[in-house]
């Protein structure tokens, strides 16, 4: 499920654990020539509890891909249409 206020997707969420993880571009940081505007997240009820940032969607992909099984390249041309072109380029 794709949040627009926090540049966000979710992504499996474990109803036995309460937990689940969101991919998250940090378009401010991007903005600012950051590197790693990607962020891969746990999270817990609205809470993040733990992080990998990343530099690029792939490398972002690849994370998500060691928690549950995802077709990168299937999810890299899903995700770009929802991806405004600021979050295109960078990644």
């Known amino acids: 499920m794709f949040e627009t206020s926090e540049n966000a997707i979710r992504y499996k969420w474990d109803p036995l654990t309460s937990t689940g993880y969101k991919l998250r571009f940090d ?7 950051g590197h790693c505007c990607f962020h891969v997240e746990d999270w ?4 993040v509890t733990s992080e990998w940032p990343c530099e690029d969607l792939d490398e ?3 994370v998500l891909s060691h928690f549950f099984t995802v077709d990168i390249n299937a999810e890299r041309e899903r995700l770009s249409a929802w991806m405004p072109v600021e979050r295109q380029a960078a990644a």
């Open 27 to 33: 378009a401010e940081g991007a903005a600012k020539g």
């Open 44 to 47: 817990n009820c609205r809470t």
């Open 60 to 62: 972002a992909l690849g």
